[in-house]
């Protein structure tokens, strides 16, 4: 049956006609695509068709990828057909190859079978070797743990035995040497002075052997704590801890006794060999205290609680200058010897902070119970003067300090945190505030300027002319005295100045608004400027104006001089914010001028209103064309010129007093120019009203002359002839006062209102 199937092979496949097929056949490329079709991605191992067809449908129609994809399929399809039509007769003939496949699968089974088991044998024989290696492993692991926490108890019993014979040893030593001298004890150190110089010698040599023993039997403590560190957990461990703690018990009680002792006779070899010991059971703290109870406390306790002889019940004095000097005194005699050897490079002592450890902490233990008034803030000046001779002292300290980074440590630690805390700084600041707010609110408080009072002769010698002024600039230099000036709250004190600049910017704004408004029921605390008169406005500015300047200038560098060592950026902080604080006051002055500028000219303008009675002289009788001005302008500006004249404002300046004509002159000029064309515009319409009266009726034909004819000719001419005298006049009292009538616009406009047609481009005039 196989070769007739081969001798018979079925007919190729028929090609299934596609879209692309039909259309090669017109001559299209039918192997184009679209650029967004890429067939090689349907290759790729991690192609998913979900995010494929997402990814097309946001800029493709689902139809055309629906065709696409068809097209492609079809595609695929011819050509696989024509693969099968290639190799049409090996594709045929696969199907009679395979000829008796089941058993050649079961020939091929066995030795697979085989092969497996062997394998699992092998594998079997592996891992329990595995096992067993693993377990002598585990074993020699724990053998080796437990051979070396044995060797560990051993080391430990064997130290702990050796530490207790050294300790039996240095028990048996005699306690003293031969016979030395009884000790000088001034100055709370002994210090030895012997006739025999053997007796001396044998008597070191022993407190020497002492604690060259008592540093070998610290380094087997501190090789000791290693160990029980490292077991602490065994029971052997834990019932030696009874006799560890007895041999560290008696240790610290013999070297504590070695190192008072050679304290006393200050024997500088004794003294490194029991810091080291100290060093080496790490209990710098034992040591640190030692000094302290030893060396710094008699001396700071006899310091700090002696009474004067003969005043035993008097009250000490809180002050803290003189204890701390003479503090200062002792430290230089009785511990610098301690404080260089424990600073020493390559000492090994470094451990050691008897600076603060010692000396700081017996100092501010010792002040706190025999004056503790002295960090109480309640007497402000008291307290500052203690707390700056605090910091000096605090500095004296530093200069123990090899480095800077000493310094810094020193300033980190336990003991100089204590001691800075004790100083309340925020309720010493509080009491200050209230102190120079309190001063500053008095002197502002009062119904009137005036009533307040001019400044005193000898109150300041700035010029400033209020007493109010005076007491805010005394304010804001106590700020920065050094009676109360604290650079730790340079910031507070920085506040509290621009505060008071605020406060006094706002008690000037305040005062200002009720002027305007007539009344202080909205505005309180502005009753003053109601109850001042006008021309105590301008002493105010006065004032303002000089306390700016002085706020710019010297008041600024004095801060920042106090802030010296600040950064860059703080102090350019502190310049813009003091420059900010006097710029509110500056704000004030335009509206402090306007006060008496406003009153200044409504007095002037009342006496330039007697200029309307020119209409009346000139309208009523038949006077002929004026030769003079009228009386009234020689009075228009005295008032002003009362001001300047009055010996009571002469703080005011001469810059000042030219601005303030100029204003009143500007505003009085501008209503007088007004005036004058009313005046001039009433005459015109009179004189136009009687010639149409006159002409009526000499057209109706009536008799007899008509009387006013001769009052009512020219009356225009007659004003504006008596106004240009008068405003001539007022141009010399003008240029009297300082002022060119001719730089003043209104009064270009009141010339050409007045003066004749052949006049009126040149404003001149003659000065009397």
């Not at 005699?174 to 012997?194: H, I, T």
């Not at 077991?231 to 030696?240: E, K, R, T, Y």
């Not at 300027?449 to 005193?456: C, I, S």
């Amino acid at each position: 049956m196989a070769p007739a199937a081969e001798a018979n092979p079925p007919s190729p496949l028929p090609l299934p006609m596609s879209h692309r097929s039909v259309v090669s056949m017109f001559g299209d490329d039918g192997d184009s695509a679209p650029l967004w079709f890429k067939k090689d991605a349907f290759s790729s191992p991690a192609f998913d068709p979900e995010a494929y067809i997402s990814d097309l449908r946001r800029f493709v129609p689902f139809e055309t990828l629906r065709a696409e994809l068809r097209g492609h399929l079809g595609g695929l399809k011819n050509e696989l057909v024509e693969l099968i039509n290639r190799d049409y007769t090996d594709f045929v003939n696969l199907s009679t190859k395979l000829v008796d496949v089941d058993g050649a699968v079961l020939r091929m089974r066995m030795p697979l079978n085989e092969l497996r088991g062997r394998l699992v044998m092998v594998r079997d024989n592996v891992n329990a070797t595995l096992l067993k290696l693993q377990d002598g492993l585990k074993r020699r692991a724990d053998m080796s743990a437990s051979r070396e926490i044995l060797e560990l108890l051993l080391d430990t019993s064997h130290v702990v035995s050796k530490v207790e014979k050294l300790l039996l040893e240095l028990q048996s030593m005699p306690e003293e040497g031969p016979q030395v001298p009884q000790a000088d004890k001034s100055d709370g150190f002994r210090r030895v002075y012997s006739n025999g110089n053997l007796g001396e010698e044998q008597g070191a040599s022993l407190e020497e052997t002492r604690s060259r023993l008592l540093e070998r039997i610290a380094s087997e403590m501190n090789r000791l704590k290693f160990y029980v560190a490292r077991a602490q957990d065994l029971p052997f461990i834990q019932n030696m801890k009874a006799r560890i703690s007895s041999a560290d018990e008696s240790l610290d009680a013999a070297l504590r006794r070695c190192f008072v002792g050679a304290l006393e006779r200050r024997d500088e070899t004794v003294i490194v060999h029991c810091l080291r010991a100290y060093a080496a059971i790490d209990n710098s703290a034992g040591a640190e205290e030692a000094f302290r109870s030893a060396v710094v406390a008699p001396f700071v306790q006899r310091i700090v609680f002696s009474q004067p002889s003969g005043v035993a019940a008097t009250p000490r004095s809180d002050r803290l200058e003189e204890v701390l000097e003479e503090i200062k005194v002792h430290v230089q005699t009785d511990c610098q010897f301690l404080l260089d050897k424990a600073a020493a490079a390559n000492s090994g002592l470094l451990v050691f902070d008897f600076l603060s450890n010692s000396i700081l902490k017996e100092v501010l233990s010792s002040l706190q119970k025999g004056k503790p008034g002295a960090f109480s803030p309640g007497k402000p000046t008291e307290f500052l003067a203690n707390y700056k001779s605090s910091l000096k002292f605090l500095g004296f300290l530093e200069e123990y300090c090899r480095s800077q980074t000493a310094v810094g440590a020193f300033r980190t630690t336990v003991a100089y945190a204590d001691f800075i805390k004790q100083w309340n700084l925020q309720i010493y600041f509080t009491l200050r505030f209230q102190e120079i707010a309190q001063s500053l609110d008095q002197a502002l408080a009062g119904p009137s300027v005036a009533q307040r009072g001019l400044a005193k002769a000898g109150e300041n010698s700035l010029g400033l002319a209020l007493s109010s002024s005076c007491t805010l600039w005394e304010c804001l230099q106590r700020c920065w005295q050094d009676d109360v000036y604290i650079d730790a709250i340079s910031d507070k004190f920085l506040r509290l100045t621009l505060q008071l600049l605020a406060r006094h910017a706002t008690w000037l704004s305040v005062g200002l608004a009720a002027r305007r408004a007539g009344s202080a029921t909205n505005h309180l605390g502005g009753e003053w400027a109601l109850a001042s008169a006008p021309e105590d406005f301008v002493l105010l500015r006065h004032d303002v104006e000089l306390l700016v300047r002085m706020i710019k200038s010297s008041y600024t560098e004095e801060v920042l001089a106090l802030l010296n060592g600040s950064a860059e950026d703080v102090t350019a902080v502190v310049r813009e914010s003091l420059s900010m604080g006097s710029q509110s006051l500056l704000t004030m002055v335009p509206a402090l001028s306007d006060v008496l500028t406003e009153a200044l000219t409504e007095k002037c303008v009342e006496v330039l209103k007697q200029a309307k009675g020119i209409i009346a002289t000139y309208r009523m009788t038949n006077r002929p064309l004026p030769s003079r001005h009228s009386p009234y302008v020689t009075s228009v500006f005295q008032p002003l010129k009362a001001f300047v004249d009055d010996e009571r404002y002469a703080h005011v300046t001469k810059e000042m007093q030219a601005e303030l004509i100029t204003s009143v002159s500007e505003k009085i000029t501008a209503q007088y120019d007004v005036l004058a064309r009313d005046m001039v515009s009433v005459a015109r319409q009179t004189e136009a009203s009687l010639q149409l009266l006159r002409r009526g009726a000499r057209q109706r034909g009536a008799g007899g002359a008509d009387t006013s004819d001769n009052i009512s000719d020219n009356l225009s001419d007659k004003i504006c002839a008596q106004l240009f005298l008068d405003v001539q006049e007022y141009g010399r009292r003008l240029a009297a006062l300082g002022v060119a009538a001719a730089d003043i616009p209104a009064y270009i406009s009141l010339w050409q209102c007045v003066a004749p047609q052949d006049r009126q481009e040149v404003v001149r005039y003659t000065l009397s």
